[in-house]
């Protein structure tokens, strides 16, 4: 029975490939499916960890003070609804108050792109 294995826009697609010529698997098939299906686990309990910490009182702290500092405006476009905070690039959960530089202020829109 073949297994179904989601990839998460194809970031696990490179590695198969890599694994798959470097490693030596005694039943290749299950091995890749088995370490596969804990990359996608592990992938999806880091999101869901995510989410909870966008929901912290900490993180309303930080979106409040980026939106001042963006005078409530896409910082791309300059559109003034649906605001989203960004990271530009990612720093250690509950420092983003000192890494303010990391984060830039987006509409829904541009934020989107950026993830595109």
């Known amino acids: ?25 005694e039943d290749p098939d299950t091995d890749i499916h088995e370490l596969l299906a804990t990359k996608a686990q592990g992938a999806a309990d ?24 963006a005078n409530f405006q896409c910082q791309q476009c ?3 609804s649906k605001l989203q905070v960004h990271h530009k690039k990612y720093c250690k959960r509950f420092t983003e108050l000192e890494n303010m530089h990391l984060l830039q202020v987006l509409c829904k829109q541009c934020h989107d792109s950026e993830h595109s």
């Open 1 to 25: 029975m073949s297994k179904h294995v989601n990839y998460r826009y194809g970031e696990w697609e490179n590695y198969l490939w890599n694994f798959r010529e470097n490693e030596y698997l």
């Open 78 to 80: 300059s559109s003034t």
């Open 46 to 69: 880091r999101q869901e960890s995510y989410d909870h910490y966008l929901e912290t009182e900490y993180w309303s702290k930080v979106q409040a003070k980026a939106l001042v500092a």
